[in-house]
């Protein structure tokens, strides 16, 4: 007789933005700020998936008292893509909860970049607030694991905001964990979308929505929106095809940036968008 499959349920947690170590304002006045950070914990009766540990020791710590909270055993963190703060707390998390760490390959070779970059991107934005980083990412047969018998399926997706990305889709959830292919309400980082970039990041989402997801949580969302798949997708494509229009109108990154911020005004972290202008214009960072 075979035993009925129990209930999966998801929740998110959304680390606040927090401060970098940059002296330079945003252009509207804003200091530098780091975009919100998503962490997603899906369980059944007993066990559970955590998705995308955040950065700092402190947002760490943060997400593993809440994760414990919830009574359930943790076996696997998952990990979407490379970019350093959705798994440089994998290692403290994993040690502390017993967990197994998952990604594919390409975000293992992503993975390895992030930590190469750490003394002259990571460590000076934000010193001694990141714990050490080994890479104990495996990835799992078929590119799928379970949790309590429902399936949860890695999908490569390409390029998004950076390169060799995948998403989790939990069928039983109708959930797609999107990472950084789909945001919800945050500045979108254009600085790896040059070269074609963002036609890349486009059929990623054409990928993420031919899964058909009624939820999708992005890796960066405001907390105070919903995950309505729909909606996200149709908002994470339109900010590229104006990204798209505004690089062909504007001769510089200021212009830009106040042309991406006038469409814009209610999306997070304008320092994310200044970023990216100035990389896509050639500038320093």
Request: glycine share 8%.
């Given at each position: ?9 998801y929740?998110v947690f959304?680390a ?9 304002l945003?252009?509207n006045?804003d200091?530098r700020?780091?975009?919100p950070l ?8 007993h ?5 995308d ?5 402190a947002?760490?710590n943060?997400?593993g ?6 009574g ?6 998952f990990?979407t ?7 440089f ?5 994993a040690a502390r909860f017993?967990?197994?760490?998952l990604?594919s390959?390409g975000t293992?070779?992503?993975?390895q970049?992030?930590?190469s970059?750490r ?7 934000f010193?001694g607030?990141?714990p050490?980083?080994p890479i ?6 078929g590119h799928?694991f379970?949790?309590?018998g ?16 995948t998403?989790l889709h939990v ?6 964990v999107a990472?950084d292919?789909?945001y919800n ?6 600085s790896e979308?040059a070269?074609g970039?963002r036609?890349?990041?486009r ?8 899964l058909?997801?009624?939820w999708i949580?992005?890796?960066?969302k ?7 798949a729909?909606?996200?997708?149709a908002?994470?494509?339109q ?5 798209d229009a ?6 510089n ?5 106040n042309g ?10 304008p320092?994310?968008?200044w970023?990216?202008a100035k990389?896509?214009?050639g500038a320093?960072r």
């Amino acid at each position: 007789m075979t035993r009925p499959l129990t209930t999966l349920t998801y929740e998110v947690f959304v680390a606040d933005p927090i401060p970098q170590n940059v002296s330079e304002l945003v252009p509207n006045g804003d200091r530098r700020m780091f975009s919100p950070l998503s962490t997603t914990l899906i369980y059944g009766a007993h066990d559970a998936v955590l998705v995308d540990p955040p950065l700092t020791i402190a947002q760490g710590n943060a997400v593993g008292d809440w994760a414990a909270s919830k009574g359930k055993r943790v076996t696997h963190i998952f990990v979407t893509h490379g970019h350093g703060d959705h798994w440089f707390t994998a290692d403290m998390l994993a040690a502390r909860f017993g967990s197994d760490v998952l990604a594919s390959p390409g975000t293992i070779r992503q993975m390895q970049r992030n930590v190469s970059l750490r003394d002259v991107l990571w460590d000076k934005t934000f010193p001694g607030q990141i714990p050490s980083t080994p890479i104990t990412a495996k990835t799992p047969p078929g590119h799928r694991f379970q949790l309590e018998g429902h399936d949860l399926i890695i999908v490569d997706v390409g390029h998004t905001d950076t390169d060799e990305s995948t998403v989790l889709h939990v069928p039983d959830l109708d959930l797609v964990v999107a990472g950084d292919a789909i945001y919800n309400g945050v500045h979108q980082y254009l600085s790896e979308s040059a070269n074609g970039g963002r036609d890349a990041w486009r059929k990623a989402i054409d990928i993420v929505e031919a899964l058909q997801p009624r939820w999708i949580v992005a890796g960066h969302k405001n907390k105070e929106l919903d995950d309505e798949a729909a909606r996200a997708i149709a908002e994470t494509r339109q900010y590229l095809d104006d990204a798209d229009a505004l690089l062909q109108r504007h001769a510089n990154p200021l212009n830009f940036f106040n042309g991406m911020l006038e469409r814009y005004p209610s999306r997070l972290n304008p320092g994310a968008l200044w970023s990216g202008a100035k990389t896509l214009y050639g500038a320093p960072r």
